[in-house]
């Protein structure tokens, strides 16, 4: 028997999170004092408070996320054996907008960065060449040419030529191939890629001929198409292509502009019993810093906001806005019904070794991200960002699918929390944050930067103002997140239909 850490997170919470793995007659200390643990508890798991009856509401961060299934005594271990979910079907939602916390920035904290003003005014924070395919069957051939031509390129004037490969496009119908089109369209958009090759096979159904209607509002100088049917070869066309497209990138060149300017998605993934204490909230702080200096912050995984969808619907900055809240979360919750999917088959077998038992718990965790700031706009998948301050984005949870929707919204840049670990990055530098330290020092190949300092004891603000820095530094091209440096660049297209 031994002496461990646990938080109380939230003075109404009736549980404890163990700092480090518990064992069955430890003495678990607290801000509040201390108790006997009954049973062994792993770490980031949940520790009952106090007695709780069969079906007593179980709360953590305040709010309820789940009920017991069975009497638990206070020490003990809470989790799926002895938890249930509260939520089932459909809810009836009010507009009860919440006092709005005004928001300010930190006067000694950068308020500009390094950018590359495109000819539309957009700003990009790299100057890369990105191959796109309409469809599928010609990802090998893409990836040749991206590789031919970032030999050729890269360091003159180009940061780099890279292809996303997808295998969608073809054999696809209706909203299905819309989506695939929607978010080819929206990479196509991104300032980031100083220039585009679309790819073709020229029989798909997302033949570059239906494609190019949905990049309207592109400039011409930074499009080029190949359709490898019409060429009789296709690297030597395809590098003709490229050298032009080459040539217009390198009339870019960093410059400061205001902070207004950027766009950052916010995501998790491999989330553990920490990441709402720890990375989530620390990466909410930090979106509160770009909103009040006049930036974006982008927020998605909707299904991963049912259970704590009201506190974002109460912070719609106009009831018109709740109400698009409201059919983003209804929407979602359809379409599971659509395909005879439980709503609620959340979280993941990953998420509960990590501590998460229910989907409100995961919800009220992941939704940290979003800082405080008032909801402004709500996006339909594939759709671009255009007002300043927290948006939310249609999409899965999924990581690949999500990081892939944030990209195609507009996102410069990617801040990604995990408790659990994972190497994937996006097609923009994704910002890697532990949750816990000791996943920082076990993956140094995968992350950038560690939470789990606040368990320890590090002041907040002060970690909100270091990884604010970060973000100032990588989106001025002072530094290259491991995704960048692994060369990790993935896309996943969210797909809903029928393949024929």
């Not at 220039?195 to 011409?220: Q, T």
Request: with cysteine; proline share 4%.
């Amino acid at each position: 028997m031994g002496t461990v850490r646990a938080l109380h997170i939230h003075e109404r919470d009736n549980v404890l999170i163990a700092v480090e793995p518990v064992a069955a007659g430890d003495t678990v200390v607290f801000s509040g004092g201390t108790l006997q643990a009954l049973e062994d508890v792993p770490r980031g798991h949940k520790i009952s408070l106090a007695d709780l009856l069969e079906g007593e509401q179980v709360i953590k961060y305040g709010y309820p996320i789940g009920h017991a299934t069975a009497s638990i005594a206070k020490g003990s271990w809470v989790h799926t054996h002895n938890v249930k979910t509260n939520l089932s079907g459909k809810e009836a939602y009010r507009y009860e907008p919440v006092a709005r916390r005004a928001l300010f920035g930190n006067p000694e904290l950068p308020t500009a960065f390094e950018g590359y003003v495109r000819e539309n005014g957009e700003v990009g924070i790299r100057n890369e060449i990105w191959i796109l395919n309409t469809v599928g069957c010609v990802n090998k051939a893409a990836e040749t040419l991206a590789k031919m031509a970032d030999t050729e390129f890269r360091g003159h004037g180009v940061d780099g030529v890279f292809h996303f490969a997808h295998p969608y496009g073809c054999s696809q119908l209706g909203d299905d191939l819309k989506y695939t089109q929607k978010a080819l369209a929206g990479l196509a958009r991104h300032p980031n890629a100083a220039g585009v090759l679309v790819i073709g096979l020229g029989c798909e159904n997302n033949r570059i001929e239906a494609f190019r209607a949905c990049l309207e509002g592109i400039p011409e100088e930074k499009l080029r198409f190949l359709s490898l049917q019409e060429v009789e070869d296709e690297y030597e066309e395809g590098m003709r292509l490229l050298r032009e497209l080459a040539a217009y990138a390198r009339t870019f060149e960093r410059k400061p502009v205001p902070l207004d300017r950027l766009k950052i998605g916010l995501k998790c993934g491999g989330s553990d019993g920490f990441s709402g204490i720890t990375a989530n909230p620390l990466v909410g702080a930090v979106s509160d810093l770009v909103v009040a200096n006049g930036g974006t912050s982008l927020l998605t995984e909707v299904p991963e906001m049912f259970g704590a969808e009201t506190i974002l619907m109460n912070r719609a900055a106009d009831e018109a806005v709740f109400g698009q809240v409201v059919s983003l979360i209804d929407d979602f919750k359809d379409y599971y019904t659509r395909h005879g999917q439980v709503i609620y088959e959340n979280p993941s077998p990953g998420n509960k070794d990590g501590g998460i038992t229910t989907l409100e718990e995961k919800s009220l965790g992941c939704i940290q991200k979003g800082g405080t700031a008032a909801v402004v706009d709500v996006l339909p998948y594939g759709a671009p960002s255009t007002k300043p301050g927290l948006n939310l984005v249609q999409s899965p949870g999924n990581d690949m699918v999500s990081v892939t929707a944030l990209t195609a919204a507009g996102a410069h840049l990617i801040l990604f929390t995990t408790g659990r670990g994972t190497p994937m990055g996006a097609a923009v530098p994704t910002i890697k944050i532990s949750t816990n330290t000791s996943l920082f020092e076990r993956k140094k190949n995968w992350i950038d930067f560690n939470a789990g300092g606040l368990i320890e004891g590090e002041d907040k603000a002060a970690l909100a103002a270091a990884l604010y820095r970060m973000v100032i530094d990588v989106a001025s091209g002072r530094m290259q997140t491991r995704n960048e440096q692994n060369g990790f660049r993935e896309i996943a297209i969210f797909k809903d239909g029928v393949t024929l």
